[in-house]
């Protein structure tokens, strides 16, 4: 349940005078509601209200005086929060129970005021009870839900934020009611840039020092900057929520630097933009410190610049590694026979820097464990890298898929190692049936087995499937698993 502290919310309501109905002035005939009224709650004919109007007992309210009585000690109101909440705000006797303070009490209570809650808050704010529920409570509340987000109970909880917690400084933000101008300001701001409210509160959860931004100085100028080189639309929410630092770096300083040091690597706006929606924190990485330092040791080795631009474009996050990591990175990749000329040198080295050094030899031990040499792993590595990246649950489902059903010895796995990057379920199976079906028929004519894996899902479809369904009809639903193939396996 979303939950909203109480001083919080009392400061989004409390913004409009109050109105009060004056009645006629008749004796009341309940002598123990007189005397409560007037001894407890402080009240007589004369009486001022909120407004500087008279409250008189009328005879006829007599009992709508103690129906309100009556209802708020049904929740949880003692005598004395009664005469307390009369005398701060004798107007509340004039409301409905059905019709005004019921339905109030009811959406406090789902909102989270329950137990002595309700009546703290209520006591704290009498105000609440002469506001209107729809134009009034209920607008506060989802404004402020949908800048603290809607999960957990409380506001430390839905946006790690709190009235008593440190300042931003200290890792949390204190939200000061003398701010909620301003924080509806910058709500509103991202709002009309295409924000949702869950991203909203999720960016605000993520680093909640945003709300102390300023919208004209500093949130526009990068929101603008953004949208110049093309993040725009839908992308534009996305790319700061997977990324909210980039609100808090400097424009100058850091953002526009950053985009022209990595448009001097891949040349062009559009790439730049689309290498920045793959990963964001690129651009709130320092262009003169790992950035550069990474691209300044693959160009020592000697590293086409064309590749560098790939790597850069493609595995973006390889250049944004502490640079010992990338230092490490280029020696396996060396060690391993790979040169740094070679196209593949780039794809090894981001390989090797996605993962810790236990990791890789992690990686390098399952591949052992299925009967691969050293020289095999390193051979295999040259022609496709990324099949390392693979988890040990995959690499040995492949491994049992290639050898146990497809009957491959490890000299073809080795040729094709981009195999481990396929899913047994969804392509190698159902090929495999298709082309054990087609052996039978003899009309395989491609005995290299294994690259016909490997094809477009397009091409292996029209040449291994259409091609023959006139001398077997049922080959597509074999292929999509609606039918089981009654041949044995004879590759």
């Known amino acids: 349940m979303f939950k909203i502290s109480s001083t919080l919310f009392l400061h989004f309501i409390h913004k409009r005078s109050l109105n009060t109905i004056s009645t006629s002035t008749l004796p009341l005939p309940s002598v123990s509601t007189i005397e409560f009224l007037t001894n407890s709650c402080g009240l007589s004919s004369g009486s001022p209200t909120s407004a500087g109007r008279k409250l008189q007992f009328d005879e006829k309210h007599i009992h709508q005086y103690e129906a309100i009585i009556g209802f708020l000690k049904s929740h949880g109101f003692d005598n004395s929060q009664i005469a307390k909440l009369v005398s701060k705000q004798p107007s509340i006797l004039q409301s409905k129970v059905p019709n005004n303070l019921k339905p109030k009490f009811e959406f406090l209570q789902e909102v989270g005021f329950v137990g002595p809650l309700l009546p703290k808050l209520i006591l704290s704010n009498p105000g609440i009870l002469l506001r209107s529920l729809d134009s009034r409570l209920k607008p506060s509340f989802f404004i402020l839900k949908e800048m603290l987000g809607e999960k957990g109970n409380s506001i430390k909880n839905s946006c790690d934020l709190s009235t008593e ?91 526009k630097p950053t985009f022209r040091f990595l448009k001097e690597i891949l040349k062009s706006d559009e790439k730049v933009t689309a290498t920045f929606c793959r990963c964001t924190w690129l651009l709130t990485s320092n262009s003169k410190g790992a950035l550069r330092s990474n691209i300044d040791i693959l160009v020592s080795e000697g590293v086409p610049s064309r590749n560098i631009a790939k790597m850069t474009e493609m595995h973006p996050r390889t250049i944004t590694r502490n640079v010992d990591r990338m230092i490490d990175a280029v020696k396996t990749v060396k060690e391993l026979g790979v040169e740094p000329k070679d196209g593949m040198f780039v794809y090894a080295v981001s390989t090797v820097a996605s993962m810790s050094g236990s990791n890789w030899k992690k990686k390098i031990n399952i591949m052992k464990s299925l009967g691969w040499s050293e020289k095999d792993i390193a051979t295999a590595f040259k022609r496709f890298p990324l099949y390392l990246t693979c988890s040990e649950e995959k690499m040995k489902d492949v491994a049992d898929f290639c050898f146990n059903t497809a009957k491959f010895d490890t000299r073809t796995l080795i040729s094709y190692p981009v195999l481990f990057k396929c899913s047994v379920d969804k392509r190698l199976q159902p090929r495999y049936k298709v082309l054990e079906v087609l ?53």
Do not use: C, W
């Open 165 to 255: 917690s440190p300042s931003s400084a200290g890792g949390k933000l204190r939200i000061d009611e003398k701010n909620i101008q301003q924080y509806e300001a910058i709500i509103g701001f991202f709002k009309s840039h295409g924000f949702e409210n869950s991203q909203i509160a999720k960016l605000v959860s993520r680093q909640p020092s945003i709300l102390l931004s300023t919208v004209s100085t500093n949130l526009k100028p990068k929101f603008e900057f953004l949208q110049e080189i093309g993040i725009v639309g839908p992308l534009l929410p996305k790319v700061i929520a997977s990324n909210p630092g980039i609100l808090l770096r400097s424009l100058d300083s850091h953002l």
């Open 439 to 491: 052996k039978v028929k003899n009309l395989l004519k491609n005995r290299k087995i294994a690259s016909i894996f490997l094809k477009g899902e397009k091409t292996f479809v029209e040449k291994y499937v259409v091609k023959h369904l006139a001398e077997i009809p049922n080959l597509m639903d074999i292929y999509r698993g609606n039918v089981a193939s009654e041949t044995k396996s004879v590759l």
